[in-house]
């Protein structure tokens, strides 16, 4: 029996077996960190270590990271928060989108990247406080300009969110260069644990509570935190710092795939091929081949990849950021992500090319003539 190859990394990272040892000591210690004797004590500082760590993943200072429970609360409590109208793109994340449902979108190009003077027209329409936009894409891996964004957000006297979920611990982000005021993380995507994650707040800025509870998180996000998770995340976050190689390894990994696949079918396109990327993702289509035939074949053989429509996983249907990158909705069908990350190996491309080629070439066989039958 083969090991399984998982390559999708980009729904959720396995955990790193240093993250797995650092929970389970924590889930060991008794101790609530609002309280004042010795556990209590004990508690908060491994709550503080954490917290640190995750700061100093995007180069901030602790005081600036709000532990939640995940990307999806940091960016509705962003959302939720605004207190006027907001501004965001065609291609964010489902958690930024439904957050605020009447929002102006601004368009991207074929390849996924924000259209700047899209952008800039809908902030003269509607004069928005808050713009939101992702730092890399769920689905294509596609840096976006957020940069270029922020200058023009500040032009007009709007503050910036950035979804940097699935670019956290895959980019360098240093929140002061970014300038953005409000930046989502997730621990589970940079092998870190399910259910915890953090809004980093740019200088001076204090965010809207969702919550209503007692005073943890400085009354921005009550409830006693999730020490286990947060220690998890806080060592997720140290491991991605001391691995410097990361970038290197899944680029070659990713680089080796595409070249691969578009060498057996050179009709096969990598969406969002053309921008910069993250280095562990490929958006991948199989002329001909629908994506749900793609997701059972490759699971049939103990690889796990998902459909570019599916970081809400199980959610089956047209992608709405191929959909903006107006790719041809009959190329989009066939479109899947294959997504790395710290455990792939080369053998992972193998097993996957070797797969891939294999389908493809029984879809290319013509169909054999059915004998007639006896009248
Ligand atoms: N934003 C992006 C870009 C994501 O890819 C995801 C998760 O897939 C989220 C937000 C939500 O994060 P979480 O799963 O921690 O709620």
Request: aromatic letters at 4%; proline letters at 6%; hydrophobic letters at 45%.
């Amino acid at each position: 029996m083969l090991r399984p190859s998982y390559l999708d990394y980009n729904a959720t990272a396995p955990v790193k077996p240093e993250v797995v040892a650092a929970m389970a000591a924590a889930l060991e210690r008794t101790g609530n960190p609002s309280s004042v004797h010795g556990f209590g004590r004990e508690a908060r500082r491994q709550l503080e270590r954490a917290r640190a760590a995750v700061a100093a993943l995007v180069g901030a200072a602790p005081g600036q990271v709000v532990f939640t429970s995940g990307g999806t609360e940091a960016n509705n409590q962003v959302l939720c928060g605004a207190r006027g109208p907001v501004v965001t793109s065609a291609v964010e994340h489902d958690s930024v989108l439904a957050a605020v449902p009447g929002a102006a979108q601004a368009a991207v190009d074929a390849e996924g990247r924000i259209d700047l003077a899209h952008l800039e027209g809908q902030l003269a329409r509607t004069s928005p406080t808050l713009v939101s936009v992702m730092l890399a894409n769920n689905e294509t891996g596609v840096i976006q300009p957020v940069g270029d964004v922020v200058g023009l957000a500040r032009r007009h006297g709007a503050r910036v969110h950035c979804d940097a979920v699935q670019a956290g611990g895959k980019l360098a982000i240093d929140l002061a260069a970014l300038g953005v005021d409000f930046l989502a993380l997730s621990a589970h995507k940079l092998g870190g644990p399910q259910g915890v994650g953090a809004l980093v707040l740019g200088a001076g800025v204090e965010p809207a509570a969702l919550l209503r509870g007692g005073g943890q998180e400085r009354r921005w996000r009550p409830g006693t935190e999730n020490l286990p998770g947060i220690v998890g995340f806080g060592r997720a976050c140290e491991l991605a710092m001391a691995d410097a190689d990361w970038r290197r390894r899944t680029g070659t990994l990713r680089d080796e795939l595409e070249a691969r696949i578009t060498a057996i079918a050179p009709g096969a396109q990598v969406l969002g091929g053309g921008a910069e990327r993250l280095p562990n993702t490929s958006c991948l289509t199989m002329p001909g081949v629908g994506n749900q035939t793609q997701l059972i074949e490759f699971d049939l053989a103990g690889i796990a990849v998902s459909t570019g429509s599916a970081c809400s996983s199980g959610k089956v249907g047209p992608s709405h950021v191929l959909a903006a990158m107006a790719v041809d909705p009959a190329a989009a069908a066939t479109a899947i992500r294959v997504s790395f990350g710290w455990a792939s190996t080369a053998d992972d491309v193998e097993r996957f090319a070797l797969v891939w080629s294999r389908l493809y070439a029984r879809t290319r066989r013509p169909e054999r003539r059915r004998m007639p039958e006896p009248a």
